[in-house]
């Protein structure tokens, strides 16, 4: 039979799973060693377009993992049985929550132990080996346990075309002395995946956008707000037509920031309830209709809870669904195909954008600080606006980050990323990692606070090992700015480390790292002139002094928001 091999040394079932995560774009994987991964790792490492990258633990590999997604589509990590799958579930759980397909491949126990009453190391003293399975379960769409060949390479094929059909992290766990066997199922190279097009129900299409468009067409200054689900459907192309067809102002919510292209004519900024952009919330909750295209409404997005919408003005365009104001709801019509066909019948209106522009006020006086002043988060964002390129990536930490880089404006193609629905502390650093080693075309700028690089800062080791050439402002300004916001106590204030001091120990002579600290505006300028010019090449790493008290308006109001919303007393029964 043409085209078929004899099983060869190469048929194994290590070798079919590096294949496959090279053949869906997966070109790093980041891990961390033990004794149940080792033979994989081996494979893994013998496939030529794989890179094994040793990260320091598994929750910082998990994070890479993450950033990688949302940088190349589709991400990999992978770690030992138990001790490693808990310590990395955290990070899965962040990229289930914010919808990244994630491939995560546990090195499980010998396939002869499963179904014995035995008790293995690395377990919680259980002949149960199924703790780690049953925690995955809450957290990927699909899980995989595989403890025998005859299958393996089917519930391999199943577990990763699942992960890119729901776009959501799988778990799959492969018997530790399974990965070097060679079968006949392996024999070949794998057959190229196909994943059959999701096309919308045509009748229930046309219908939405019939019912759509009749009630925006009646409407006398709509708007359209982009939310992070844009990503989820890849319907960023079929946004842009309906906001250049239709003429409405074009805004994003702030877990959609760097899905909605900024530097659009209609572009009005972000819509954030009562911490939005000057003058953007006034105009999207005067409309009378506003399309809400793949939004998610909690109580971070919706400050509180208050938010001045009102659902019988409002279009929602889920990933797979449209529901118009209190009415009508059509399943099984996908975005992308709704934005583009809805451009098609809607009339022209630019009246809120005309609206937008009759009561805009440029920002007043240019910012200034006295020679030697104390160095200003707002002074520091200035001169961070004027950096950021198309060839920018911009990895926002949770915290005053969220705020602060919220305002930079994106120019084309600059890329934007943080972690607004799950906000775990301590993401960006690999995150960070993960998505420079994903977009090696740009140059990664990242906005992270003490407290939260205190968590994860250790995988700065792994950008060195790697070259990478990111430019990191740590944001020192002495502990949890954002809960000192939400709700103060002692818990909030932390160690004071010297970052530089750690980051040139990590550094340790090997590799390409530069470090300063800022206190004024004089040193910034300083610094940012020599991490775009000698240091480009560089991983640099900028220690920003700022007072613990200075932090974004924007900040201040929705933690008040947000802290009242938590202590709402309970319901009488």
Not at 110 to 118: A, F, L, V
Not at 154 to 179: F, H, Q, W
Request: aromatic share 8%; proline share 5%; hydrophobic share 40%.
């Amino acid at each position: 039979m043409e085209g078929f091999r004899p099983a060869s040394s190469t048929g194994t079932l290590g070798r079919h799973l590096a294949r496959r995560l090279v053949e869906i774009g997966v070109h790093d994987v980041f891990s961390v060693p033990g004794d149940f991964n080792l033979t994989l790792l081996d494979h893994l490492l013998a496939e030529p377009g794989l890179n094994l990258i040793g990260c320091c633990n598994e929750l910082n590999a998990g994070y890479a993992a993450d950033g990688y997604a949302r940088a190349r589509g589709v991400g990999a990590c992978v770690v030992t049985f138990t001790v490693g799958g808990l310590s990395v579930l955290n990070a899965i759980a962040g990229a289930c929550s914010e919808n990244l397909p994630v491939i995560c491949i546990v090195g499980g126990p010998n396939s002869n132990d499963y179904g014995t009453n035995r008790i293995l190391h690395h377990t919680i003293g259980l002949p149960d080996f199924s703790q780690e399975l049953r925690c995955f379960q809450t957290v990927t769409c699909h899980q995989a346990v595989v403890n025998n060949l005859e299958d393996a390479h089917e519930l391999i094929d199943t577990a990763i075309s699942t992960a890119l059909k729901e776009s959501k992290p799988v778990y799959i766990s492969i018997g530790c002395n399974l990965s070097a066997i060679p079968h006949p199922t392996f024999a070949r190279d794998p057959v190229p995946f196909f994943l059959a097009p999701k096309v919308s129900n045509q009748l229930g299409l046309e219908a939405a956008v019939e019912a759509t468009a009749a009630f925006l067409n009646k409407a006398v200054k709509p708007v359209i707000i982009g939310g992070p689900k844009l990503r989820v459907k890849k319907a960023q192309q079929a946004f842009v037509e309906l906001a250049d067809a239709s003429g409405y102002p074009i805004a994003v919510m702030p877990s959609g920031k760097g899905l909605v292209p900024e530097h659009h004519p209609h572009f009005i900024g972000t819509y954030w309830g009562a911490v939005s952009s000057s003058f953007c919330g006034e105009i999207v909750e005067s409309a009378d209709a506003y399309v809400f295209v793949g939004p998610i409404f909690n109580d971070y997005s919706s400050v509180g809870y208050s938010l001045l919408i009102k659902k019988e003005k409002a279009i929602i365009v889920e990933p797979n669904r449209v529901t118009i104001g209190d009415g009508p709801s059509f399943g099984w019509v996908f975005m992308a195909d709704f934005l583009s066909a809805l451009a098609k019948k809607l009339k022209k209106n630019s009246n809120a954008v005309e609206n937008y522009h009759r009561i805009f006020v440029p920002p007043g006086i240019p910012l200034r600080s006295e020679r030697d002043e104390p160095l200003r988060v707002n002074i520091l964002f200035k001169h961070v606006q004027e950096i950021i390129t198309g060839d920018s990536a911009i990895i926002a930490e949770t915290g005053d980050s969220w705020f602060n880089c919220q305002k930079l404006r994106l120019p084309e193609n600059c890329g934007y990323e943080f972690q607004m629905q799950y906000g775990s502390i301590g993401w960006s650093v690999g995150a960070t990692l993960g998505y420079a080693q994903g977009a090696k075309d740009k140059r990664v700028i990242a906005f992270i606070g003490d407290g939260s690089f205190q968590v994860t800062a250790q995988d700065i080791s792994t950008m060195i090992r790697c070259g990478q050439n990111t430019i990191i402002f740590l944001i020192n300004n002495g502990g949890y700015t954002i809960e000192v916001e939400i709700h103060d106590g002692p818990y909030n204030v932390i160690k004071n480390w010297n970052y530089t001091g750690l980051v040139d120990a990590i550094h340790n002579g090997e590799g390409k790292c530069w470090t300063t600290k800022v206190r004024t505006e004089e040193d910034l300028t300083e610094a940012i002139a020599k991490a775009t010019g000698e240091h480009k090449d560089s991983l640099c790493f900028i220690e920003v002094f700022v007072h613990k008290d200075d932090t974004s308006k924007e900040l201040l109001e929705w933690g008040s928001r947000v802290s009242a919303a938590n202590s709402r007393p309970p319901n009488p029964q």
